[in-house]
T-cell receptor, first 108, second 110 residues
Framework: GQSLEQPSEVTAVEGAIVQINCTYQTSGFYGLSWYQQHDGGAPTFLSYNGLDGLEETGRFSSFLSRSDSYGYLLLQELQMKDSASYFCAVHRDDKIIFGKGTRLHILP | NAGVTQTPKFRVLKTGQSMTLLCAQDMNHEYMYWYRQDPGMGLRLIHYSVGEGTTAKGEVPDGYNVSRLKKQNFLLGLESAAPSQTSVYFC?????????FGPGTRLTVT
């Protein structure tokens, strides 16, 4: 089976940096991805880690450590528009299984 | 390109009624997925398909059936709707490791 754990809510200040963690327990795992979802919208792809290490895309970075069964999403220079839910997802066989999501609140 | 589209956007059913949700993609993707999203539960995989004519069960397949007769379409059927199937349903297609989601269908079963 598989399970993913991520915090249900995180609060940060505009302009700051925030890290959203994701731990997983799954067999046959081959990658970890992150998605963003604004209220009332559809999830949109942010990043994918197939190998250990850091992937950077603009203000967003994602990290994976297979030995620790752990990954994180790092958001820098937070903007109010980053207020959303963020989901980690494991890739296993032909399936992509999502965590329950982290609601990010940004304070002005 | 329209990307991934879903029909209908909203629907209200009575318990026991049946309906089909349609997902269409114009990106020539092989893989397609159906998820349901409930408050606090994230996205849960219902069924998926790795190509035309194939389907497979996901995490929560009970009460749903699917068909992939054409590569661009993935249909989700509810044969006898139950209040527990009240949810937002998302379809997605994927290219390599990135999933593209449709806008969702909000279904209420009374």
């Amino acid at each position: 089976g598989q399970s993913l754990e991520q915090p249900s809510e995180v609060t940060a200040v505009e302009g700051a940096i925030v890290q959203i963690n994701c731990t997983y327990q799954t067999s046959g795992f081959y990658g970890l991805s992150w998605y963003q979802q604004h209220d009332g919208g559809a999830p949109t792809f942010l990043s994918y880690n197939g190998l250990d290490g850091l992937e950077e895309t603009g203000r967003f970075s994602s990290f994976l450590s297979r030995s620790d069964s752990y990954g994180y999403l790092l958001l820098q220079e937070l903007q109010m528009k980053d207020s959303a839910s963020y989901f980690c997802a494991v890739h296993r066989d032909d399936k992509i299984i999502f965590g329950k999501g982290t609601r990010l609140h940004i304070l002005p | 390109n329209a990307g991934v589209t879903q029909t209908p956007k909203f629907r209200v059913l009575k318990t026991g009624q049946s309906m089909t949700l349609l997902c269409a993609q114009d990106m020539n993707h092989e893989y397609m997925y159906w998820y349901r999203q409930d408050p606090g539960m994230g996205l849960r995989l219902i069924h998926y398909s790795v190509g035309e004519g194939t389907t497979a069960k996901g995490e929560v397949p009970d009460g749903y059936n699917v068909s992939r007769l054409k590569k661009q379409n993935f249909l989700l059927g509810l044969e006898s709707a139950a209040p527990s199937q009240t949810s937002v349903y998302f379809c997605a297609s994927s290219w390599h490791d990135e999933q593209y989601f449709g806008p969702g269908t909000r279904l209420t079963v009374t």
